[in-house]
T-cell receptor
Framework: GAVVSQHPSWVICKSGTSVKIECRSLDFQATTMFWYRQFPKQSLMLMATSNEGSKATYEQGVEKDKFLINHASLTLSTLTVTSAHPEDSSFYIC????????????????FGPGTRLLVL | RKEVEQDPGPFNVPEGATVAFNCTYSNSASQSFFWYRQDCRKEPKLLMSVYSSGNEDGRFTAQLNRASQYISLLIRDSKLSDSATYLCVVTSGTYKYIFGTGTRLKVLA
């Protein structure tokens, strides 16, 4: 249980392209999902909290017009990197929180396999 | 001072050794605590949540000390496959995770 998928796993694109990443909770409902970015040899950095049916909450320093988040259902959140540039190249990871918790605390997050974005 | 602190390592240990990691947190109101492992170029995977009573899962034992504000992870009989980065995670009143920098473990043959 508690499986999160992400698609695509790899993206290579030209500068100026917009890239959409999907995050799905496969066997549970997730009112709340999270989007992280991780640069080499660094820890995960939270970009935004995605809330089903409402606007995402962005962390300080993250441009909401650059990183568009849509959480239209209880199992799907999308992150669109608009007009991507080489400095946006990174490992993007989503996570989802199981509404019902199960055997773990309700704050438990399950991570997707990540999307590697390379902008040329 | 960082909210969650870990020794980055690396810890290089021989197969079969016992190794322990500590993680300290600064917010005494922190509510939930977790250990995740992250392999190179992969996503974090939940290892265990940590409770005051301590919990054990096979070769892994986690402890929480609220008075001293630290959590620990003990790995017994280390395997080569245990080589990874171990992430300490704390939550404080919201659903947001606060990550430590991670501790790198390398188990040597």
């Amino acid at each position: 249980g508690a499986v999160v998928s992400q698609h695509p796993s790899w993206v290579i694109c030209k500068s100026g392209t917009s890239v959409k990443i999907e995050c799905r909770s496969l066997d549970f409902q997730a009112t709340t999902m999270f989007w992280y970015r991780q640069f080499p040899k660094q820890s995960l950095m939270l970009m935004a909290t995605s809330n089903e049916g409402s606007k995402a909450t962005y962390e300080q320093g993250v441009e909401k017009d650059k990183f568009l988040i849509n959480h239209a259902s209880l199992t799907l959140s999308t992150l669109t990197v608009t007009s991507a540039h080489p400095e946006d190249s990174s490992f993007y990871i989503c996570s989802a929180r199981d509404n019902w918790g199960g055997d773990y605390p309700r704050e438990t997050q399950y991570f997707g396999p990540g999307t590697r974005l390379l902008v040329l | 001072r960082k909210e969650v602190e870990q020794d980055p390592g690396p810890f290089n240990v021989p197969e079969g050794a016992t190794v322990a990691f500590n993680c300290t947190y600064s917010n005494s109101a922190s509510q939930s605590f977790f250990w995740y492992r992250q392999d190179c170029r992969k996503e974090p995977k939940l290892l265990m949540s940590v409770y005051s009573s301590g919990n054990e899962d096979g070769r892994f034992t986690a402890q929480l000390n609220r008075a001293s504000q630290y959590i620990s992870l003990l790995i017994r009989d280390s395997k080569l496959s245990d080589s990874a980065t171990y992430l300490c995670v704390v939550t404080s009143g919201t659903y947001k995770y606060i990550f430590g920098t991670g501790t790198r473990l390398k188990v040597l043959a």
